[in-house]
Each structure stands twice: as C-alpha cells, then as structure tokens.
C-alpha cells in the first residue's frame, strides 16, 4: 500500500527509519528519511504496477545506505507523480544515497531511478551505487536531474535506456564526480549516456537554465545513440577530465561525443568509437576545447574519424589524432563555417629530417596528425605558435577535383609547417581558397624520394606577410600550377617580395607578371617542358 506522512517543519524535523522489505509508495514531506539495509520493490505477490514513485519527498532529507530499489514501475503521466521509477525528490529536498543498487525501476516520464525534479533538490553525495536496467520512456533511463548532483563517484550505470539520456539527462540542472562508469546504456534518440541541455521551462514558467555536467576519470564504454553515442551537450556546458571513450556508436553523428554547447575535454583517450560522421567528435556548434587528448582508431562512414567540426574548436596542448578512417577528413573534417585552430602544439619530430632520402620516418615521430590521414577544410583553419608536420597536407583526398580542393581558409600565425613526408607516399600539399602565410611563419616543402610527391601550397589567394618564410615556398607555389594554369600571389612584405622576384628570375619555366600592391601573376604555358 501507501504511507503518506506530514512531518513537523524543517527546523524541526523528524526522523523515519525503515528496515527490512518494503513495498508500496512513501511520501514524505517535511522531515528526514533515513533508510539502512532495506529492500524496497513494488512487484511481489501478484503487483505489477505502482502508480507514484517508491519514495515521492518534498521538504525533506533523504539518507539512504545499502538500499536496493528494484522494479518500481510508475505508469502516472501527469507532471506532479509521473517523474521517478524510485525517487521523486521535489523542493526544498537534499539527499546522501551510499552502497545502494537500483535495478529495473520505470517511468512513464523522467528519471527511471531517480527524478531530482526541482532546482532546490539536491544530492549531496551519490557514491558507490549501481543504476542496471532501469528505463525512462522520455529523459533519463536512471536518472533526470533538474536539480543538483554533487559528489557522484565511484558509481556504475549500465544497461539503463531512455529516448534521450539513456543513463542521465540533465536538464538545466548539474552533475559532478569522478570514477563513475557508463556502460551499454541506450538512447533511442540522443545521447546514450549522458544528455546535458538547457531547461525551457515547464510550458508555463519559461526557463533558458542551461545544463551541466563535470566528470572526472570516469569511463564510457559501448553506450549507443542516434547522435552522441556516450555524450550529447547543447546548449549546456560539459567538462571531461581524464578518462576514456572506448566503442561507442552513434547511427547519426558523434560516436563519442556530440556537441552543440560548450565542451571541454582534456587529458582524455577516445578510441574505437563508430558513427556516421565524427566517430571520435563531433562539433556542430558552439566551442570546444581539445587539450592531452588521444583520439584514435575511430571509423566514421562518411565524415570526420576523428574530428568533425562545424562551430569553434581548439586542439591544444599533446592531442594526438591516429588511426581514424572515414571516406573523408579520416584526420579531421572542418566544415563550412566551422573555424578549427590548432594552437601551442608541437610536433616531436626533427623538422629539418631533410631532404628526405630515408623510406622511413624516426622511430620516435609523434606527430598531432596521423601520417597515413587526411584533412579536408572548407571552413577557417588555423596554426598558431605550432610546429606541425603534415604528411597529407590539407584537402588532398583523391576523390576530390582540383575546384573542390581549393576552398576554405588556411591562416597560418607563427608557426612552422612541414609538408610532405618521411619516405611513405602523400601529397603535402595545402589546397584552399584562401591561404594566408602571416610573420614569423616557415613553410619547409621537401620532395618524397620514393614517391616523388613534393609538398606545396596551391590556392585561389596565396598571401604572404613575412620575411622568416623559407624561399622553397614560393618553387612550391608555383610547382603546384599545371599546363595553361595561372595562380596571382599578394606578397606584402618588401624583402619577401624581392627574394621572390630574384629567385623567379632565375628559372624559365614559368613566366611572371607584376601587377602592382604586391600582388604577381605566375603562369605556367601551354607550350612549357617541365621535364
């Protein structure tokens, strides 16, 4: 049956101990709960269904401590009872849940386990708990979280579904912890683990709180989902720390990740991940942060193995991007409007290893970019105070055409560039619309000896504003020119602007054209032997 209790006021509350098994619904309001070594369940003798929560609790504290909650089923959809399989924590709730399991709770709503349904509900601590099989047939298979969650660590969600959130959906609320574990959780739309977006209100009360989640060590193992196949963030914030993503799938896009908010990742392994487009990651708007972070052996069908970004993205610090296939951007795909930099990263790798003649590169080459990896821009691609060797330049697949290779911008800020590659066949060359080589900048172009691939750079706009670029750039740019071709470099810098017309002059093949504000017309003709 049911116990309903009025308690006395929360300056003086009082105290409900429950052992042994219990069945029904409690609703406790104004006082504490305290629940040690019981065993609650609304299946037994016949009962199939319970209409409320397990534990429905408004102005109360909850402590709970080796306490399963199994097969509560809640079949109210109205707004007041229909959230909560287990518990419906309501105003003014605070709770300490320890060593407790929740197995195959449902909800017609929100929340299969648990529903912190009120800005002014609170979980203090949620540690060393299990949430297995439980089911939300909206948001959160184990949990909704409307409120906060503080301290969640060391706890495992496995096998629990939901539409969004298959594990929790934190909607306008918080959640923070480490050591927590994901696994096999089911979203039958977004986010197979973790859903972090923002509170619209409840349809009377708008509401724009947006969502958080910080997690620390935690891991994400086989969760599913059509986009964001462990975690899906719009419009909230998500920090990761540590930790890893490893076989995740998303039949949509983000087999790991999928962002639309704000997303910080740092010092993080995610690796064997599978989705259409952006198996590893995938950013479609707002900003995110890479920094340590591993990302590898990804596959996406289409677009993006490792990364796929269409907002503001940063990769920083020793973020390594290896063995990731897709059709293409294996490496990484940086849409239209998509702006991607790629900032203080350097390389370890010897970037005068020249000229090359080795058929293999050093043993202790690490490098951001995958060697046998692609890259493909359409968006803004920028290399700030970096050193960075590209093996397979920037849109070098072969499925594109010479038009569709030159879009997208490439800034490139105080960095050194190395393009081409260490013995194993790849076209460095950087295609683009636009290329834009800024002071205290090197491009080093080297021709491959076994494949005799060179790298270049080959765009609509090639500009130039620094005199610390190797002179070899400018043989590339206009080796990248075919028969009949003609390609006009802006050179904006005097003594570049020189050192390009003496070195020009002393070669016959290509004929060059002044044209006035630094900008030179070199054509390659038709009737040319570049033999």
Same mark, same amino acid.
């Given at each position: 049956? #049911?116990?309903?209790?009025?308690?006395?006021?929360?300056? @003086?509350?009082?105290?409900?101990?429950?052992?042994?098994?219990?069945?029904?619904?409690?609703?406790?309001?104004?006082?504490?709960?305290?629940?040690?070594?019981?065993?609650?369940?609304?299946?037994?003798?016949?009962?199939?269904?319970?209409?409320?929560?397990?534990?429905?609790?408004?102005?109360?504290?909850?402590?709970?401590?080796?306490?399963?909650? !199994?097969?509560?089923?809640?079949?109210?959809?109205?707004?007041?009872?229909?959230?909560?399989?287990?518990?419906?924590?309501?105003?003014?709730?605070?709770?300490?849940?320890?060593?407790?399991?929740?197995?195959?709770?449902?909800?017609?709503?929100?929340?299969?386990?648990?529903?912190?349904?009120?800005?002014?509900?609170?979980?203090?601590?949620?540690?060393?708990?299990? $949430?297995?099989?439980? #089911?939300?047939?909206?948001?959160?298979?184990?949990?909704?979280?409307?409120?906060?969650?503080?301290?969640?660590?060391?706890?495992? $969600?496995?096998?629990?579904?939901?539409?969004?959130?298959?594990?929790?959906?934190?909607?306008?609320?918080?959640?923070?912890?480490?050591?927590?574990?994901?696994?096999?959780?089911?979203?039958?739309?977004?986010?197979?683990?973790?859903?972090?977006?923002?509170?619209?209100?409840?349809?009377?009360?708008?509401?724009?709180?947006?969502?958080?989640?910080?997690?620390?060590?935690?891991?994400?193992?086989?969760?599913?989902?059509?986009?964001?196949?462990?975690?899906?963030?719009?419009?909230?914030?998500?920090?990761?720390?540590?930790?890893? $993503?490893?076989?995740?799938?998303?039949?949509?896009?983000?087999?790991?990740?999928?962002?639309?908010?704000?997303?910080?990742?740092?010092?993080?392994?995610?690796?064997?991940?599978?989705?259409?487009?952006?198996?590893?990651?995938?950013?479609?708007?707002?900003?995110?942060?890479?920094?340590?972070?591993?990302?590898? @052996?990804?596959?996406?069908?289409?677009?993006?193995?490792?990364?796929?970004? /269409?907002?503001?993205?940063?990769?920083?610090?020793?973020?390594?991007?290896?063995?990731?296939?897709?059709?293409?951007?294996?490496?990484?795909?940086?849409?239209?409007?998509?702006?991607?930099?790629?900032?203080?990263?350097?390389?370890?790798?010897?970037?005068?290893?020249?000229?090359?003649?080795?058929?293999?590169?050093?043993?202790?080459?690490?490098?951001?970019?995958?060697?046998?990896?692609?890259?493909?821009?359409?968006?803004?691609?920028?290399?700030?105070?970096?050193?960075?060797?590209?093996? @397979?330049?920037?849109?070098?697949?072969? #499925?594109?055409?010479?038009?569709?290779?030159?879009?997208?911008?490439?800034?490139?800020?105080?960095?050194?560039?190395?393009?081409?590659?260490?013995?194993?066949?790849?076209?460095?060359?950087?295609?683009?619309?636009?290329?834009?080589?800024?002071?205290? #900048?090197?491009?080093?172009?080297?021709?491959?000896?076994?494949?005799?691939?060179?790298?270049?750079?080959?765009?609509?706009?090639?500009?130039?504003?620094?005199?610390?670029?190797?002179?070899?750039?400018?043989?590339?740019? !206009?080796? /990248?020119?075919?028969?009949?071709?003609?390609?006009?470099?802006?050179?904006?810098?005097?003594?570049?602007?020189?050192? $390009?017309?003496?070195?020009? /002059?002393?070669?016959?093949?290509?004929?060059?054209?002044?044209?006035?504000?630094?900008?030179?017309?070199?054509?390659?003709?038709?009737?040319?032997?570049?033999?």
């Amino acid at each position: 049956g #049911s116990l309903g209790i009025d308690g006395p006021s929360s300056a @003086n509350k009082a105290t409900l101990t429950l052992y042994g098994i219990g069945s029904g619904n409690v609703n406790w309001d104004a006082g504490t709960v305290s629940n040690v070594n019981s065993y609650w369940t609304n299946v037994q003798s016949g009962q199939t269904t319970a209409t409320d929560p397990a534990l429905l609790a408004t102005n109360a504290d909850l402590s709970i401590t080796g306490v399963v909650f !199994a097969n509560s089923n809640n079949t109210t959809t109205d707004t007041v009872y229909g959230n909560g399989g287990a518990i419906k924590m309501n105003e003014n709730t605070t709770a300490t849940i320890q060593e407790s399991l929740f197995y195959n709770n449902k909800t017609q709503k929100y929340g299969g386990a648990i529903d912190v349904d009120n800005d002014a509900a609170v979980i203090t601590q949620l540690q060393d708990t299990a $949430f297995i099989n439980n #089911s939300a047939a909206i948001h959160g298979g184990a949990m909704d979280v409307d409120g906060v969650v503080q301290n969640m660590d060391g706890n495992m $969600f496995a096998g629990n579904t939901s539409e969004d959130g298959g594990a929790i959906y934190v909607d306008g609320g918080s959640v923070s912890g480490s050591a927590n574990v994901f696994q096999n959780n089911t979203a039958t739309g977004d986010g197979g683990a973790i859903y972090v977006g923002v509170d619209t209100g409840d349809g009377v009360t708008p509401s724009t709180q947006a969502g958080s989640a910080t997690l620390t060590g935690t891991t994400f193992t086989g969760n599913s989902a059509v986009n964001g196949g462990a975690l899906y963030n719009t419009g909230g914030t998500a920090t990761i720390s540590g930790g890893s $993503f490893t076989g995740n799938t998303a039949s949509g896009q983000g087999g790991a990740i999928y962002s639309a908010g704000t997303t910080n990742v740092t010092g993080s392994t995610i690796s064997g991940n599978t989705a259409n487009s952006g198996a590893g990651i995938y950013n479609a708007s707002g900003n995110m942060t890479l920094s340590d972070v591993t990302v590898s @052996n990804n596959t996406a069908s289409v677009n993006g193995g490792a990364l796929y970004n /269409a907002g503001n993205m940063l990769v920083t610090g020793n973020t390594v991007l290896s063995g990731n296939t897709a059709t293409l951007g294996s490496n990484a795909y940086n849409a239209t409007g998509g702006t991607l930099t790629i900032s203080d990263i350097h390389d370890d790798i010897d970037l005068d290893y020249a000229p090359f003649t080795d058929t293999t590169a050093p043993s202790s080459m690490t490098t951001l970019f995958d060697q046998s990896g692609d890259i493909y821009n359409a968006g803004t691609m920028n290399f700030v105070n970096s050193s960075i060797q590209l093996h @397979n330049g920037i849109n070098t697949n072969a #499925s594109l055409s010479d038009t569709a290779r030159k879009v997208g911008t490439v800034n490139i800020q105080n960095s050194t560039i190395d393009l081409g590659g260490y013995g194993v066949a790849g076209d460095g060359t950087i295609y683009g619309d636009t290329v834009n080589i800024e002071e205290g #900048s090197t491009i080093k172009t080297h021709v491959n000896r076994e494949t005799d691939d060179y790298g270049k750079v080959s765009a609509n706009t090639i500009n130039v504003d620094t005199n610390n670029t190797a002179l070899n750039l400018y043989y590339s740019m !206009a080796n /990248a020119l075919q028969k009949g071709e003609s390609q006009i470099y802006t050179i904006l810098d005097g003594t570049v602007a020189g050192e $390009f017309e003496n070195a020009m /002059a002393n070669q016959s093949l290509y004929t060059v054209e002044k044209l006035g504000n630094g900008q030179y017309k070199v054509s390659y003709p038709d009737g040319s032997d570049s033999s």
